[in-house]
């Protein structure tokens, strides 16, 4: 796709370390994952986003050989894992309850997956005080886990995963059960970990700015299937259905239909918005489709006269809502009587003693045709 | 229940009748054995508390250590068998689907329904010289040896000259057996409960480091079970140890416990001094394995703080 280029991180490898094809998982009559494929490369951190129940987990277990698949293929780093156990399988886990083996020490924990390969006492113990440095834990060697906090368990979790020396490193929601300052900083951690190990890192969540954040590449999914994967920026700037547009971030969807459609312009008519708007697209959609225009809301100005660029899709409504986030203020134009609310977020610049518009405004909306994506589905 | 204090009435109301007849027909009848235990016997069912130690110094007769041994024996031997077969078991009914866990527990709990007396009765049937077992045994004997007259080697009798019955019960075997099945449940339910509470994912997480199922069952959900394996132990052993129907009923002349030997004393032998002294012997004994255990319990705690 074109605009990966423009938008997109570069990616840390070219060749797959997992490729997946035609994978699904039935529950019964109940389908978790749906005819996925996905193809994940070597050294990339690559996150699985979704809601609850859109079988991102479920995908996970499956690499890890926890679930079979009821049907299609895994491979591994080239080789089929179809009838590879899960201890047999050159990944590791670290589970969303983290699943420190509570009647062991951390040192015996971390060490657990080395003397099940046969490694050596003294070698397996001196290799697990290196991972809990590694991890910033170390010293803790000889503690229980009862006596560790939730991001101290996790950190000897991750520990454990990483003194195996996995190809790919699989993490179930590892942030989901930290508090909020801890989760921040585990973002940081978690990045840098993978920088400096090399390991590919695969890990789910269901918090978008979890995946934007530390992921190179995010997989969108929802029931069972993957909607999207590109890098952040790209799934941010040009989601490719309205899920993934609605799922990343805050956006307006509005309802039209095609006008147009040529020389990488949209021209979309909608009974939300008082004229026809244009936008700049380079796959075109039918003229005479619906069409979804998504827009997002800080990318749209809000001004007391019309701007005098006459390029820019321009529209005009009332202010009826304001709200108040610190950072940022959200103003909710009411465009057309019966028709939804239009957001616009304006960051709060200056100390908000005195807003520039109040409920009731007339206003102008504008927005330049590079803003916003039309969407067919 | 921090509040009783603040409403004397109702705890002496609700607690008084427990504690009176706990009292009246345990503390009391205990004392009174305890107190006979001291006793000497005048005539034949007179007796005189005279604080004497004979009946213990009697009861520490080879014979009759000899009996202990072989109980603690068929205890320890119940207890084994009863973990190896309840823990398959109970682990099955922790990993059956949710919907079916409180019917599998039913069926496990479903023996206590029918008397122990009418069970031990079954148990007979089934394992006696012309019983079920043997009826099935004979069954097979007969449909080879009609297999092999089919192939002509009818005459050769390779299955002997007529069918052998398993001589199955009124033997050590068969009390073994007996105790076994009456105290399976009492091992199955402790360790459902331990199991339980076992987090799946940290067998998942064993499996995902490299190890084995069976090394993952050793290292993992045997150590995290075994507060339910000492309990079901205990609940086993502890009543295997005083059974005295069974290897009634099921043994034969040299399998009887020390139980049946108190029993006797109380009633044929009509020695009630010698009994008493027998039975606190064996209450010494298990409290002996409960401080062993209380020991062993505090010792793996103060390793966790440690």
């Known amino acids: ?377 | 229940m921090e509040s009783w204090r603040r409403n004397p009435l109702v705890f002496w109301v609700t607690g008084l009748p427990p504690t009176a007849w706990l009292l009246l027909f345990f503390l009391v009848p205990l004392a009174l054995v305890w107190v006979l235990s001291f006793a000497e016997l005048r005539g034949v069912v007179e007796m005189e508390v005279t604080g004497t130690f004979a009946n213990y110094v009697r009861a520490l007769d080879p014979l009759y250590l000899q009996i202990f041994g072989k109980s603690f024996v068929f205890a320890g031997l119940t207890t084994l068998v009863s973990l190896v077969f309840g823990f398959p078991v109970a682990l099955a009914i922790v990993f059956a689907p949710r919907r079916w866990r409180a019917v599998l527990l039913l069926l496990v709990i479903l023996p206590f329904w029918t008397n122990l007396l009418i069970r031990t009765y079954a148990l007979i049937a089934v394992l006696r010289t012309r019983g079920f077992v043997n009826f099935t045994l004979e069954w097979f004997w007969e449909k080879a040896n009609a297999v092999l007259s089919l192939l002509g080697l009818g005459s050769f009798q390779l299955l002997g000259e007529r069918f052998e019955p398993l001589e199955l019960l009124y033997n050590n075997t068969a009390v073994v057996i007996g105790l076994v099945y009456v105290h399976l449940p009492f091992m199955v339910l402790p360790l459902y409960a331990s199991l339980e509470k076992l987090d799946r994912s940290l067998i998942e997480a064993a499996l995902d480091l490299g190890a084995s199922q069976f090394r993952a069952f050793a290292t993992v959900v045997v150590p995290l079970a075994l507060p339910g394996i000492i309990s079901g132990a205990i609940l086993v052993f502890i009543p295997a140890l005083g059974s005295f129907l069974t290897p009634d009923l099921l043994g034969g002349t040299d399998s009887q416990m020390i139980a049946n030997v108190i029993e006797r004393q109380f009633k044929s032998a009509n020695d009630w001094p010698f009994g008493s002294a027998l039975s606190f012997l064996l209450m010494y004994l298990t409290f002996g394995a409960l401080a062993l255990r209380a020991l062993y319990t505090r010792r793996t705690a103060g390793q966790g703080r440690a």
């Open chain 1, 1 to 377: 796709m074109s605009t990966e280029q423009e938008v997109g991180e570069t990616p840390v490898g070219e060749t797959p370390i997992i490729e997946i094809a035609g994978l699904s998982k039935h529950y019964g009559s109940v389908t978790a994952v749906d005819d996925v494929d996905l193809t994940i490369r070597r050294g990339e951190f690559f996150a699985l986003l979704g809601p609850s129940g859109c079988g991102k987990t479920t995908l996970l277990r499956m690499l890890a050989g926890l679930e079979l698949p009821t049907a299609g293929t895994i491979r591994i780093d080239g080789q089929d894992m179809s009838a590879v156990p899960a201890n047999r399988r050159p990944v590791n886990m670290v589970f969303q309850s983290y699943a420190v083996f509570p009647h062991m020490t951390v040192r015996d924990n971390v060490a657990y997956g080395l003397k099940v390969d046969g490694v050596p006492r003294q070698e397996a113990y001196r290799r697990a005080e290196e991972a809990l440095e590694l991890v910033k834990l170390g010293g803790y060697g000889p503690r229980r886990p009862d006596q560790l906090s939730g991001g101290q368990r996790q950190r000897v979790a991750l520990a454990r995963a990483l003194v195996k020396r996995p190809k790919v490193l699989l993490l179930d929601e590892p942030l989901s059960a930290l508090d909020a300052k801890l989760r921040e900083q585990m973002r940081f951690e978690l990045v840098n970990l993978q920088e400096s190990v090399g390991i590919t890192f695969v890990v789910v969540t269901h918090d978008q700015d979890e995946a934007l954040s530390m992921a190179s590449r995010i997989a969108v999914m929802d029931h069972g299937r993957v909607q999207q994967t590109a890098p952040p920026a790209e799934l941010y700037e040009f989601p490719r259905t309205k899920f993934v547009a609605d799922f990343i971030g805050s956006v307006n969807l509005i309802e039209g239909t095609v006008e147009a459609s040529d020389d990488g312009l949209v021209r979309l008519s909608a009974p939300a918005l008082q004229v026809p708007v244009e936008i700049e697209q380079a796959s075109g959609l039918p003229a005479g489709s619906t069409g979804w225009l998504a827009l997002r809301p800080e990318k749209v100005d809000i001004s007391r006269e019309p701007p005098d660029d006459a390029g820019r899709n321009t529209v005009a409504g009332t202010v009826e809502e304001i709200t108040y986030l610190g950072d940022v203020s959200i103003f909710h134009v009411r465009l057309t009587a019966d028709q939804p609310l239009i957001k616009v977020t304006i960051a709060n610049l200056d100390r908000v003693t005195r807003r520039p518009f109040t409920w009731g405004d007339r206003v102008h909306l504008s927005w330049a045709p590079t803003c916003g994506v039309v969407l067919a589905q």
